[in-house]
């Protein structure tokens, strides 16, 4: 099948402007998960409450079109309860049905789990098989999901009653993207003022349903990798970084009163590294070109990344400081290539 990657770089800015018509202030956010939508990677989002992290999804999840499922983390929900549903029947007798992740069989395009660290870690563990292999077992087979999105958020305020994900259930997403309030006090009034924005039932209605055919979203993904041109020069930036991030006080690398040398336990695998590499093509593409610069790297880092950096536990409490301030220093450390294409 010929893909011609000009009209789907149309189709995704058309993708887009149908989110930003329900989510305003969130360029950053929106270009992420598009990156992430055609790299065919699951999404984390985390912020405060309030931000606009749920409705920021569910617009993804409308304007992405395909069937969908949406699960709430709850201290007691447990993996049953998204494997299947059991209830007694209109006659009496006991029912047992297919649950949220079974329910549309495998055509389910997006699954959506809202507040994912309030489930606890025995659904974090189904998460990461399906996340991982698109795939779990059930009813005495294998179901497949080739077309499967986990799109999930969750808050960083409250603490009581939540579970962290464990490493590997958070290297599963492609992008952990940070959401802010907006910077702009003219959006910040206008998502207050503006009554468009108090209904979000009937803001998420208004936005465009299916702008992209998800069926074809595999293959179209595939084609931009094979076609976005990643450069010697463009390699040996990306594995400096990866090695600074490794080994911080090997690259020289100084965070002011953070003895460095003890600051990481585990780098980026390169199952990371891989992600990142994928998400810059992307990026790339999406600007119109056809090889990967050290902006489309920048822009794509934190996003993949920093949810890959483990640090010593030690310095975990304050990971919300540290691992920008060392990904900022492995930025400033390792020289930008000249040439690109």
């Known amino acids: 099948m010929s893909i011609d990657l000009e009209d789907w770089r149309r189709r995704a800015a058309a993708f887009e402007a149908a989110v930003a018509t329900a989510v305003v202030g969130q360029d950053r956010a929106v270009r992420l998960t598009t990156i992430a939508v055609f790299c065919r990677g699951h999404v984390l989002l ?15 999840a409308r304007a992405l079109g395909g069937p969908y499922e949406r699960i ?57 098989r399906a996340m991982a292999e698109r795939s779990i077992g059930a009813f ?35 992008v952990e993207i940070a959401v802010e309030a907006p910077a702009d006090p003219a959006i910040r009034r206008r998502l207050v003022f ?9 803001l998420i209605a208004a936005v465009p349903e299916a702008v992209l055919p998800f069926r074809e979203l595999g293959a179209v993904a595939a084609a931009i990798q094979r076609a976005v ?11 400096d970084l990866w090695e600074a991030l490794r080994d911080p006080a090997a690259a020289g690398i100084e965070i002011p009163g953070v003895p460095v040398e003890r600051l990481v336990q585990g780098g ?3 199952r990371g590294v891989s992600a990142l590499v994928r998400a810059a093509r992307a990026h790339a593409w999406l600007e119109g070109r056809r090889f990967v610069d050290p ?40 020289a930008v290539p000249a040439e690109a294409a």
């Open 229 to 239: 041109h990643a450069s010697p020069a463009i390699e040996r930036y990306v594995f």
């Open 295 to 334: 902006d489309d790297v920048g822009a794509v880092f934190r996003a993949v990344m920093g949810h890959r950096i483990f640090l010593a536990p030690a310095y975990e409490a304050r990971r919300d400081r540290l691992v920008p301030a060392l990904v900022d220093a492995a930025f400033a450390r390792v």
């Open 268 to 270: 980026a695998s390169p």
């Open 140 to 174: 005495r087979r294998e179901w497949h999901f080739p077309h499967l999105q986990v799109f999930a958020d969750r808050n960083r305020v409250e603490r009581e009653e939540t579970f962290e994900l464990p490493a590997a259930a958070r290297d599963r997403f492609f």
């Open 46 to 60: 985390e912020g405060d409450v309030g931000v606009g992290k749920t409705t920021l999804l569910r617009a993804v």
């Open 72 to 128: 709430e983390g709850t201290v007691d929900l447990m993996p049953n309860d998204v494997v299947y549903a059991a209830h007694v029947g209109e006659d009496g007798r006991p029912r047992v049905e297919p649950g949220p992740i079974l329910a549309h069989g495998e055509d389910l395009c997006v699954f959506f789990f809202n507040e994912i660290n309030r489930a606890r870690p025995q659904v974090h563990a189904l998460l990461l």
């Open 194 to 202: 503006d009554t468009r924005f108090h209904d979000t039932d009937a």
